[in-house]
């Protein structure tokens, strides 16, 4: 069983940076696509941003500008890079493969993103 492990959440006032990551457990990382997902309070989970297995990015129009996804094959991981937050980007943020082609792999605890001043 694939097992998911997302850090770097916190409390960051509107126009700050954070860098989130997400380790996956799977020897095959490297061929899936990966997605950020997030999850706000009384909201459905989002599809934020996504990397192919060769690089190739795309990002919710929510996110696009401010956030870039990037990965790290050799060390299963991805990151999120948030610059310029906003309130509106307070959630739980998630990794996970791309839902739309390929199987989900077991949720992660997710990490907490907080956006106030």
């Known amino acids: 069983q694939v097992h998911l492990v997302e850090s770097g959440g916190g409390l960051v006032q509107p126009g700050g940076s954070l860098r989130l990551s997400c380790t996956a457990s799977e020897v095959l990382f490297s061929i899936y696509q990966m997605v950020w997902y997030r999850q706000a309070p009384g909201k459905q989970r989002e599809k934020i941003a996504l990397?192919?297995?060769?690089?190739?990015?795309n990002y919710g129009d929510s996110v696009k500008g401010r956030f870039t996804i990037s990965r790290d094959n050799a060390g299963n991981t991805i990151y999120l890079q948030m610059n310029n937050l906003k309130p509106e980007d307070t959630a739980v943020y998630y990794c996970n493969t791309d839902q739309t082609i390929q199987p989900l792999w077991p949720w992660g605890q997710g990490t907490q993103v907080t956006v106030s001043s």
């Open positions: 990397i192919t297995h060769g690089g190739t990015t």
